[in-house]
């Protein structure tokens, strides 16, 4: 699943073609059409012939949320709501495109939380602020808020999050005598001693499998330890890669590349989960198998919506279909410690929602925002196992271990830097190119200095 992963390629042309479009510096609120009232959106009888636009981002939403969504908004505002999915892919490239053009904007967009501030710091979107304490306000993830934010004013808003936690083989921790861990010190340890002991004597096994160029995950280290990737001083940003608390947590992490993990250099945070099963399948994006693995990992760190891609493999007897069984006595999940014992900061995955500037039907586009953010709706993110916007409907994602952990994970994540030029930096792979290198540096202080070097120029882009 591509949501972690929320975080398409937008090249600096393509930031700089949208710019040109919608403005730089923080957006006006006049960039936003002529309202045309709010009775409007509640006279169904009016809207009969009106239709709005709802860019959804990958599969993540399923159909029976797109189903109420459409239904609900057609018997609310007697407007019709049309669903258009948009791939991970080329999101950014499509965006950038579609929200100056007012013929052609969709209403309402939802994109990755990383993706945010770029576009948001354009004025590609319309400012919701009068609307902020109406949809939840306060008990909106804050990080997610922070990300659609601009001088204090809300352009885009939590969708959905998916808390990042680690899964384990329990079975294989047991067979080499470790413990959950209860501090980032103990986590660190346990897998150093799980991959020394390796139990069941399996060729290039991983304790913790974790990605060389797997930046995503492997920031929580840098997190914990009270550093940034970037910061930003007076009216600018810069990166923080050579800061003593980012030196802290990444010399941590390469410590655990050379003793625990054996994932490869060049590997990011894609289905770790494949090394988690006994056996599983390597398929490309239109779904064929193109490779098999088996069992090389005890422990991943993922979203928690990976869960559904870990266990047994079985048929379903309804259905037909493969699908995997959790077994709790072979699998196990928990939240990753930090310093303190309480939950290491993580980065979070999932998506914010905005109103284009430039649609033409702003109030119909609010109203479609009220039914996102109504409690019902709230309900269903969480009954779906993807985490509400809203913190007053947790409970809706039950208590099991996997609602449990991520809760307690969620309750302290953090997002990437709301620079506006974050999304040149992750289209460029700096990081991934940063984090590859990690393992075999003799001097990391020298390698974080000379892409801190790369980096900040790219962060101040608009």
């Not at 609602?403 to 309750?411: E, L, T, V």
């Amino acid at each position: 699943m591509k949501k972690y992963l929320g975080l398409a390629a937008l090249t600096t042309a393509a930031a700089l073609s949208l710019t040109a479009c919608g403005g730089s510096g923080a957006p006006a609120a006049s960039s936003a059409p002529a309202s045309t009232g709010s009775a409007a959106a509640g006279d169904p009888a009016g809207n009969a012939g009106k239709t709005i636009t709802l860019w959804l981002a990958g599969g993540d939403t399923p159909d029976e949320l797109r189903t109420y969504l459409k239904d609900t908004f057609k018997t609310k505002t007697g407007a019709t709501l049309k669903i258009e999915e948009q791939g991970w892919g080329d999101l950014v490239t499509k965006m950038t495109t579609a929200l100056p053009d007012a013929n052609n904007t969709p209403d309402v967009v939802e994109m990755g939380n990383t993706q945010s501030p770029t576009f948001t710091n354009i004025g590609a979107f319309l400012d919701v602020s009068d609307m902020f304490e109406e949809l939840g306000g306060a008990k909106l993830i804050p990080s997610f808020v922070e990300a659609g934010s601009v001088d204090g004013k809300k352009f885009t808003l939590p969708y959905y999050a998916g808390s990042r936690y680690m899964f384990q083989r329990a079975d294989v921790w047991k067979e080499a005598g470790v413990e959950t861990p209860k501090t980032l010190d103990e986590f660190n340890t346990a897998v150093k001693t799980i991959t020394e002991k390796n139990p069941r004597d399996i060729k290039n096994f991983s304790g913790f499998f974790l990605g060389g160029q797997d930046w995503r995950n492997g920031i929580s280290w840098v997190f914990a330890n009270g550093g940034e990737l970037a910061k930003k001083e007076g009216d600018q940003w810069v990166s923080t890669l050579s800061d003593p608390n980012t030196l802290k947590g990444l010399a941590q992490l390469q410590d655990l590349y050379k003793s625990a993990s054996q994932a490869p250099a060049d590997a990011k945070d894609a289905t770790p989960w494949l090394y988690i099963n006994d056996a599983d399948q390597i398929l490309d994006e239109a779904g064929k198998p193109t490779g098999k693995t088996s069992l090389a990992a005890a422990t991943i760190m993922a979203p928690g919506w990976a869960h559904w891609s870990i266990g047994d493999l079985e048929k379903d007897a309804k259905t037909g279909k493969d699908v995997r069984t959790w077994d709790d006595k072979k699998f196990g999940a928990f939240v990753l410690p930090g310093n303190d014992g309480k939950p290491a900061p993580v980065l979070a995955g999932g998506s914010n929602i905005g109103i284009s500037a430039k649609s033409q039907n702003p109030d119909l586009a609010k109203e479609l925002m009220r039914i996102i953010f109504s409690s019902d709706y709230q309900d269903m993110l969480g009954k779906n196992g993807l985490g509400p916007a809203n913190s007053d409907n947790n409970a809706s994602m039950g208590d099991d271990q996997f609602a449990k952990a991520g809760i307690a994970s969620a309750s302290n994540s953090k997002l990437t830097p709301a620079a506006p030029g974050w999304a040149a930096v992750e289209s460029s792979m700096k990081l991934e190119e940063f984090f590859g290198k990690i393992r075999d540096t003799a001097d990391l202080a020298a390698l974080a200095k000379e892409y801190d070097a790369q980096i900040t120029p790219m962060l101040n882009l608009k």
